[in-house]
């Protein structure tokens, strides 16, 4: 990459915030449109939630088998190359979405399609990493990671406003759009010059799993974005979980997303500054993991929850979110540059497996108090103490050299 041009730089940065964008619009328009996609092809009411929780877990599943394959193939073949196969899966999916007509050919699309978005985010940070210096890397993240916030709120914008088939094209056009411009753009020189020395090993499975040190920091690492996806599943089932609370008032699922997006928003801005103040990666963290818990209690309480208490705290579980950006770019620090995407793209994409085990955890513990609430507030506990491990586990990373090798 052709780091001393400014212009070609800063077109690298726009091309890899935009790829994003549609990623995490591609990422957010089934939980908009599930309802009428679903009802579309032949799903009964009564089947919505069930039928909607299981095409959350194909996609998630889809992530997590994608992590692996896109990951190896980052450190492998390179950072650019991988995110292009992934877009163009995914963008595939999308279109073909249109056209099915029953439950199992929608479940295979949005597996297919949960495969190829596994490839975005983590290449795309860790190329970010790479070619920003140690002081700008953290507001490069925090940036990146606003595009796709962004790319949330107008998938809860198009979604709202157009039929389930013209969303789809949507997602699956601009993202065969965005491939055609990522063909003019090569990776960093600290992967091109590591490309030299053939005797290292990139994206090496057995340096991942069979090395103690590499194993105890993915898992912990991992950990860290399970509450990540705790709250999204909130989100996603935020009209669900209010009925199932016997809270007086019905959430609209587009309002919903939209107050959560614009938390988003503003968190994702937010932390990396926050990062930058502290000199501290884990700080910042520990705060927003902090501040989804104490906000996340307050369901419990369904004689405390209104309307506007509901969407408060939707907005504040957005903002917390905010400090996935700045964490990847943590995990990205942790790891060596011929291990870095494929570390950085298991820890972000087997953590979205944890959406199942929300699926599965929330209604289990539900159903032990009769009602969703406490469930949820629990469920946020748990996921709290499983987030902190890394916080208290990996060193820090603010300022790093990364320009290193995994051995």
């Known amino acids: 990459m052709q780091d001393n041009n400014p212009s070609y730089f800063n077109k690298t940065f726009l091309i890899l915030s ?31 939630l069930t039928t909607s929780l299981l095409m959350f877990n194909l996609q998630a599943l889809g992530c997590v088998i994608g992590g692996f394959i896109f990951g190896i193939w980052g450190d492998k073949y390179g950072r650019i190359s991988a995110v292009r196969a992934g877009i163009l899966l995914y963008s595939i999916a999308n279109l073909a979405n249109i056209f099915v007509t029953n439950v199992p050919a929608f ?20 190329l970010l990493s790479e070619i920003y210096s140690k002081e700008k890397r953290g507001i490069a ?25 013209q969303v789809f094209l949507i997602g699956g ?19 091109i010059n ?13 340096l991942m799993f069979l090395k103690k040190e590499s194993i105890k920091k993915l898992v912990c690492l991992t950990l860290g974005v399970f509450p990540f996806w705790f709250v999204a599943f909130t989100v996603n089932f935020s009209p669900e979980i209010a009925k199932h609370s016997f809270y007086t008032f019905t959430p609209n699922q587009s309002i919903s997303l ?37 906000s996340f209690s307050t369901f419990a309480l369904p004689n405390f929850m209104q309307l506007e208490i509901f969407y408060g705290i939707l907005f504040i579980g957005g903002f917390t979110n905010g400090y996935l950006g700045i964490y990847l770019l943590f995990c990205a620090e942790v790891f060596g540059t011929n291990q870095r995407v494929t570390a950085t793209s298991l820890i972000s994409n087997i953590s979205r497996g944890s959406l199942i085990l929300s699926n599965l955890l929330v209604p289990l513990v539900a159903s032990f108090f009769y009602e969703m609430g406490t469930g949820v507030a629990l469920c946020a506990a748990f996921f709290f103490i499983l987030g902190i491990v890394p916080i208290f586990v990996i060193k820090d990373t603010f300022n790093k050299n990364i320009n290193f090798i995994e051995k």
């Open 18 to 48: 935009l790829g994003y964008l549609i990623d995490y619009f591609d990422l957010a328009l089934f939980a908009v449109i599930r309802h009428s996609a679903l009802s579309a092809i032949g799903v009964i009411e009564a089947d919505i």
């Open 107 to 126: 479940g295979l699309m949005r597996f297919l399609a949960g495969v190829g978005l596994a490839a975005e985010l983590a290449a795309s940070i860790t």
């Open 141 to 165: 993240s925090g940036i990146l990671y606003s595009f796709g916030i962004v790319g949330g709120i107008l998938a809860t914008f198009v979604g709202s406003h157009l039929q389930w088939q």
């Open 173 to 191: 056009i601009s993202g065969l759009v965005l491939l055609c411009l990522r063909f003019a753009f090569l990776d960093s020189k600290i992967f």
């Open 194 to 206: 590591l490309t030299k020395n053939k005797e290292i090993p990139r994206g090496s499975i057995k």
């Open 258 to 294: 939209a107050i959560f997006f614009i938390g988003s928003l503003i968190g994702a801005l937010f932390f990396p500054i926050l990062s930058k103040f502290l000199k501290s990666r884990k700080k910042s963290i520990l705060i927003a993991l902090f501040l989804m818990l104490s």
